[in-house]
């Protein structure tokens, strides 16, 4: 049982990059998805969480990348994807996948980590000014 996120780069900024979250293993369909990131010297925080299922599931961004950020799922490959436009230098940091089989992100999505059953190893992401 595996979660493989892989992705991540550097990038200038106003630019692009796609994460990806492959499970290995479990279905992960049944799993809500959370992604999360953590910044040197900050603490982890959460960062967008797609609910399981297919079309039309519900969605959820922290405030800072609302907008640029957009969380997707491809049932039939097993993977979740975080699509990330318009990269900020403070966007810089690991990024972190990780699936819970409540299959509900739920309003406490990103406190809630300790509920998470399965992680990634984390894919840095680093964006220059």
């Known amino acids: 049982v595996q979660l493989q996120a892989s992705g991540g780069g550097l990038v200038m900024a106003g630019g692009s990059l796609r994460l990806s979250c492959a499970a290995s293993?479990?279905?992960?369909?049944?799993?809500?998805i959370g992604w999360f990131r953590q910044a040197p010297g900050r603490e982890r925080e959460g960062v967008s969480c797609?609910?399981?299922?297919?079309?039309?599931?519900?969605?959820y961004y922290a405030d800072s990348v609302k907008g640029r950020f957009t969380v997707l799922r491809d049932n039939a490959e097993n993977t979740a994807y975080l699509h990330l436009n318009d990269l900020k230098f403070e966007d810089t940091a690991v990024y972190y996948c990780?699936?819970?089989?409540?299959?509900?992100?739920?309003?406490?999505?990103?406190?809630?980590?300790?509920?998470?059953?399965?992680w990634g190893q984390g894919t840095l992401v680093t964006v220059s000014s």
């Open positions: 797609i609910n399981s299922g297919g079309v039309g599931v519900s969605k």
């Open positions: 293993g479990f279905t992960l369909a049944r799993y809500a």
């Open positions: 990780a699936a819970d089989d409540d299959g509900v992100c739920g309003s406490s999505w990103s406190q809630k980590t300790h509920e998470y059953d399965y």
